[in-house]
Structures are given as structure tokens and as C-alpha cells.
């Protein structure tokens, strides 16, 4: 069954950090490009970060909301990708996804799997 599962939301105070982890089962995510996104309530969908497909490449693309304050990777032998977050802000907060795309890239014609999502939350 293939599957996405995201996991390390919580909430956290402002200038605080998080890591999220995204583990895949039945394929392996080394071969298709991985996404991390969010929604924020009353706010449509934004891209986070995109890390290509690493039998073409490796670079990882973010919006220029996190460029800085974010880094995702991915951990080929535990079939999981991770997003780590740090100086985090209140505008941050919002429902984290990962997704897989059977492309070189996240492009939305191409998505293979999608998560069920991880609620992050910044506050004092």
C-alpha cells in the first residue's frame, strides 16, 4: 500500500524549531521528487520546498517565505524526507504536508502520494 506519513508537528514558541518527518511505504522515495507544503487556516495551499529526484538531481528549491529558516533532506536508507525548521514565526503555523511526485520535479500532474498532514503551531 503506498503511503505518506507525516509526523513532529507541535507547537512551539516563536524563534523556536521543529523537525517534521515524512516516512513512505510501499515505494521508495529516492525515486520520485518530494514536496513539503502547508495550508494555514482561511489560506490556500503553499509550496515549501521542493528536493528533486535524486536519480537526476539533488538540489531543493523553497519559497522565499522559508529560504533561510528551512531545510529538508532526505534519508534514502529509512525511506524518509524531513523538513527542519527553525527560527519558526507565528506565520508559520499551519498544517504541514509532504507529497511525492513521479516527475523530476513537484509538478501537480505528477503527484503519486499524498499525506494526511501534521499540524504545526507557533505561539506564545
Known amino acids: 500500500q503506498v503511503q505518506l506519513v507525516e509526523s513532529g508537528g507541535g507547537l512551539v514558541q516563536p524563534g523556536g524549531s521543529l523537525r517534521l518527518s515524512c516516512a513512505a511505504s510501499g515505494f521508495t522515495l529516492a525515486y520520485y521528487a518530494i514536496g513539503w507544503f502547508r495550508q494555514a487556516p482561511g489560506k490556500a495551499r503553499e509550496g515549501v520546498s521542493c528536493?528533486?529526484?535524486?536519480?537526476?538531481?539533488?538540489?531543493?528549491i523553497y519559497a522565499d517565505s522559508v529560504k533561510g529558516r528551512f531545510t529538508a533532506s532526505r534519508d534514502t536508507a529509512k525511506n524518509t524526507v524531513y523538513l527542519q525548521m527553525v527560527s519558526l514565526k507565528p506565520d508559520d503555523t499551519a498544517v504541514y504536508y509532504c507529497a511525492a511526485f513521479d516527475d523530476y520535479t513537484c509538478s501537480d500532474s505528477s503527484l503519486y502520494s499524498w499525506g494526511q498532514g501534521t499540524q504545526v503551531t507557533v505561539s506564545s
Open positions: 528536493i528533486a529526484n535524486s536519480d537526476i538531481d539533488t538540489s531543493t
